[in-house]
């Protein structure tokens, strides 16, 4: 599908070899959780996903969108990083708000920093978030239930799905288009990264328009339509009613011997 889309070049998939079981029994051993079936029967299949794709422009590829998901190896908890080896260093865990609104019917509770909840990155977003693996209840146990979170540049918490296996789905039907994880936010993508929506993914960037009214719809970057020359209509003027020849003549020296006469006696005077 990429490949036959208008522009786009340099489609790359990385492959990789399914993740050893030992591998995977190892991470839960070290996190002390479980992984989710869906999840670990990806890992047993291929040991991450990397997928990239450029359009050109001028003739020269620029690359645009990446589909990643980390390896079992990087699978890392989130806050366990070295960047901060000064004692008494600020941490994740002191964003915590208790005053922060807690789940209800229609918004599901937000992880935690702290212990309360486990976090692994999933994808990293080329830096414009990260996209983690969630395991809301940790304590007194670590429980099985786990979510798809995305945590923006400002540390904002968004839901995106229950399971692994729905987000593969988006992130697959989303083409990896940069920011394209902010459409589930209040805020949405960036007005640049909605242009390359409009461009490559205009039915998933206006739902909420399809949704009020089908034939609203109207993808305005169509290339085809872009690129078409436009034939203008020319505008025929009316001419006033012409005179005959001999006529035209007549008034035409009459005119000439005037101005000549008007000529000859101002240079008298």
């Given at each position: 599908?990429?490949?036959?889309?208008?522009?786009?070049?340099?489609?790359?998939?990385?492959?990789?070899?399914?993740?050893?079981?030992?591998?995977?029994?190892s991470?839960?051993?070290?996190?002390?959780?479980?992984?989710?079936?869906?999840?670990?029967?990806?890992y047993?299949?291929?040991?991450g996903?990397?997928?990239?794709?450029?359009?050109?422009?001028?003739?020269?590829?620029?690359?645009?969108?990446s589909?990643?998901?980390?390896?079992?190896?990087?699978?890392?908890?989130?806050?366990?990083?070295?960047?901060?080896?000064?004692?008494?260093?600020?941490?994740?865990?002191?964003?915590?708000?208790?005053?922060?609104?807690?789940?209800?019917?229609?918004?599901?509770?937000?992880?935690?920093?702290?212990?309360?909840?486990?976090?692994?990155?999933?994808?990293?977003?080329?830096g414009?978030?990260?996209?983690?693996?969630?395991?809301?209840?940790?304590?007194?146990?670590?429980?099985?239930?786990?979510?798809?979170?995305?945590?923006?540049?400002?540390?904002?918490?968004?839901?995106?799905?229950k399971?692994?296996?729905?987000?593969?789905?988006?992130?697959?039907?989303?083409?990896?288009?940069?920011?394209?994880?902010?459409?589930?936010?209040?805020?949405?993508?960036?007005?640049?990264?909605?242009?390359?929506?409009?461009?490559?993914?205009?039915?998933?960037?206006?739902?909420?328009?399809?949704?009020?009214?089908?034939?609203?719809?109207?993808?305005?970057?169509?290339?085809?339509?872009?690129?078409?020359?436009?034939?203008?209509?020319?505008?025929?003027?009316?001419?006033?009613?012409?005179?005959?020849?001999?006529?035209?003549?007549?008034?035409?020296?009459?005119?000439?011997?005037?101005?000549?006469?008007?000529?000859?006696?101002?240079?008298?005077?």
């Amino acid at each position: 599908l990429l490949e036959t889309s208008p522009g786009v070049a340099e489609v790359t998939f990385v492959e990789k070899e399914p993740a050893e079981r030992h591998t995977i029994i190892s991470w839960e051993q070290k996190n002390s959780c479980v992984l989710p079936e869906d999840l670990k029967n990806f890992y047993l299949m291929t040991d991450g996903f990397q997928m990239t794709w450029s359009v050109k422009t001028d003739d020269t590829p620029m690359p645009l969108g990446s589909m990643v998901i980390n390896s079992v190896s990087k699978l890392c908890r989130l806050g366990d990083s070295s960047m901060y080896t000064l004692p008494n260093a600020p941490t994740l865990a002191d964003l915590e708000d208790d005053t922060d609104e807690e789940g209800n019917g229609e918004k599901p509770e937000k992880p935690h920093f702290d212990s309360r909840s486990l976090i692994f990155e999933l994808d990293p977003c080329n830096g414009n978030g990260k996209v983690c693996l969630v395991y809301k209840q940790a304590k007194p146990v670590v429980s099985l239930d786990t979510e798809i979170w995305f945590l923006d540049r400002a540390l904002y918490w968004h839901f995106l799905t229950k399971t692994f296996t729905a987000y593969y789905r988006l992130l697959i039907t989303h083409l990896g288009l940069p920011q394209w994880q902010y459409a589930f936010t209040s805020y949405g993508v960036s007005p640049q990264a909605k242009q390359w929506f409009n461009m490559y993914k205009p039915i998933t960037i206006n739902t909420a328009l399809l949704s009020e009214e089908a034939d609203s719809f109207v993808n305005k970057l169509d290339p085809n339509k872009v690129f078409k020359s436009k034939n203008k209509t020319p505008v025929i003027k009316k001419k006033p009613p012409s005179q005959p020849a001999g006529s035209q003549k007549s008034h035409t020296s009459m005119t000439s011997s005037k101005t000549s006469s008007l000529a000859g006696n101002s240079s008298r005077k």
